[in-house]
């Protein structure tokens, strides 16, 4: 939703630089990904490192406190009435 609000707002700033406004939203698409570096497990400490690495290269899924980095990508077309 931010993201979409910043494109209308630059929407309207390229509107009025054109001497116009903005009639109607054409289309508008949005799209996002959520990423997080995943954390290896290398609890099992009677391995060798070698071996410990081989063996324990699983994936898990923490549950902890901290941020989640979202990214949001928005297409805002617009149709803009210019003054003449």
Sequence with gaps: ALATRQAMIK?????QSLGGKIVRVVKTSEGGIASRTPVLDYSNASMS???MVAAKRSYITPVEAGSLDVRSQVLLVVE???KR
């Design 11 to 15: 929407a309207e700033s390229i509107a």
């Design 49 to 51: 490192n070698s071996m």
């Design 80 to 82: 803009i009435e210019v």
